[in-house]
């Protein structure tokens, strides 16, 4: 059994900065495990935001974030980071850290088996 637990959740400026962590435990993830951060905002679907591949550190980017989030993990600490630069209002949502042990397909929420409990993220104008 996977746990994941996100933090770092926060009220923030437009243009300001937050890192939300991902801390995992349970299974090691393998190489081609699959972490994704998906977000979701009242009256809209979730969306993913980014993924990173564990083994290769593949990454992909919704194009809303592309140029200001970056996506990484440390394998010591079992842990993905979700580094978040000039944050808009619009990106406000509450951010969910995911995960399956397999590569993925698509965007789809579906695609993972593992989720955490989210975190609030709050930009004000």
């Known amino acids: 059994q996977v746990h994941l637990v996100e933090s770092g959740g926060g009220l923030v400026q437009a243009g300001g900065s937050l890192r939300l962590s991902c801390a995992t435990s349970?299974?090691?993830?393998?190489?081609?495990?699959?972490m994704g951060w998906f977000r979701q905002s009242p009256g809209k679907e979730r969306e993913l935001v980014s993924r990173?591949?564990?083994?290769?550190?593949?990454?992909y980017y919704a194009d809303a974030v592309k140029g200001r989030f970056t996506i990484s993990r440390d394998n010591a600490k079992n842990t993905v980071y979700l580094q978040m630069n000039s944050l808009k209002p619009e990106d406000t949502a509450v951010y969910y850290c995911?995960?399956?042990?397999?590569?993925?397909?698509?965007?789809?929420?579906?695609?993972?088996?593992?989720w955490g409990q989210g975190t609030q993220v709050t930009v004000s104008s």
């Open positions: 995911a995960a399956v042990n397999t590569v993925v397909v698509s965007t789809s929420p579906d695609e993972y088996d593992y």
């Open positions: 349970g299974r090691t993830f393998n190489s081609y495990a699959t």
């Open positions: 990173i591949r564990w083994g290769s550190s593949t990454t």
